[in-house]
């Protein structure tokens, strides 16, 4: 009897180690298993706030100011235009009833189809929207001024003239150009006349001036 008591025992205890290593095996069997599968970041893959973020071209992360993402540039245009050169005629006798053109070049009296024409009365605009200004003592005599100067007329009368006078004037195609008065004419001469300096901006009107 006490025999098959111990013997019972012993059968329950050796059960019990037996569940006990199969349990462990399990255990290290998982064990192993996670430790041999590669993680998400190990195969490419990644989630949550570790996911790579997909910036594309011209974003605001870094590198979207580079080529295929760039910001064209914003045009320079609209800007002033670069004042033209002058062009100095000197010693030019106008004779009454001939005119100039400041298109010309060189700039000559001529009979007709010019801008000013030297008349009875004095300078004459010939041309359309064509202009004058007769320049106070003390001006200069620059592009800016006979841009700028409003005081407009169609005749400059020969009275008010005299050596040293300054008339800008503008052909109303976009030429500027500055008379400076040097004689007239003197009475023994047979032929009446005006002798001046011209300088001419071809294109002057189209510069923006600063005031």
């Keep these: 009897m006490a025999f098959a008591v111990a013997g019972g025992v012993t059968a329950y205890y050796f059960l019990g180690q037996q569940k006990d290593k199969g349990s462990q095996s399990q255990g290290d069997t998982a064990k192993r298993g996670a430790a041999s599968s590669p993680s998400p970041a190990e195969t490419g893959g990644a989630s949550g706030s570790d996911a790579p973020k997909n910036v594309e071209a011209g974003g605001d992360e870094p590198g979207g100011d580079e080529p295929g993402g760039a910001t064209p540039s914003r045009s320079t245009g609209g800007g002033p235009v670069t004042p033209p050169t002058p062009v100095d005629y000197r010693g030019i006798d106008l004779t009454r009833g001939y005119e100039i053109a400041l298109a010309d070049d ?106």
């Design 106 to 211: 060189p700039v000559k009296p001529k009979g007709d189809g010019g801008d000013l024409e030297y008349t009875l009365s004095g300078l004459t605009v010939e041309s359309t929207g064509g202009r004058l200004i007769l320049l106070r003592n003390g001006q200069p005599g620059t592009l800016e001024t006979c841009v700028n100067e409003t005081r407009y007329a169609t005749l400059i009368e020969r009275a008010q003239m005299s050596k040293g006078t300054r008339v800008c004037f503008q052909n109303g195609a976009g030429d500027v150009s500055l008379i400076t008065v040097k004689a007239f004419s003197p009475a023994s001469d047979p032929s009446e006349y005006i002798s001046f300096d011209l300088t001419v901006w071809r294109g002057g009107m189209d510069v923006e001036q600063s005031n």
